[in-house]
């Protein structure tokens, strides 16, 4: 097994895709995102799987349990298993970050372009086990 190495400052800020998985394995999923000005993920909660959150660039926040985390730069942000969140881009200029999934919550592989493609394929894109390699 190769595993993932990578310069992950670097590939996070050249995406401009709103999800695209990098990584698989069996207990970790890495995933770049990028939220346009005004955007958001949308409120969710994962009952049965912890969140990370690195910010690389922009302003934002991030809402766990109805409190609103402002963050920017640099900042990190765990979102435990069965807490309501949400990452909002309050900025003018992209919101650029990876997460990680633990367990994995997405196909391997994904890429979704923007939001309304990942809303469009959201009950297609759930992780079925498969991993990277």
Known sequence: ??????????????????????????NLQLVLMTLKPGEEIGEEVHEDRDQFFRIE?????????????????????????????????????????YTIYGPPEHKDGVVHKDKAQAERDHDNDEWTGETTE
């Not at 670097?10 to 990584?23: C, E």
């Not at 660039?57 to 349990?65: L, M, Q």
């Open 1 to 26: 097994m190769k595993g993932y190495v990578d310069d992950i400052e670097k590939v996070t800020l050249a995406n401009d895709d709103f999800r695209r998985v990098l990584y698989t394995g069996k």
């Open 57 to 97: 660039e922009g302003e934002g926040e991030i809402r766990i349990d109805g409190i609103a985390n402002k963050v920017e730069d640099d900042f990190a942000v765990i979102v435990p298993a069965g807490a309501r969140h949400n990452v909002v881009n309050t900025g003018d200029e992209p919101l650029r970050l």
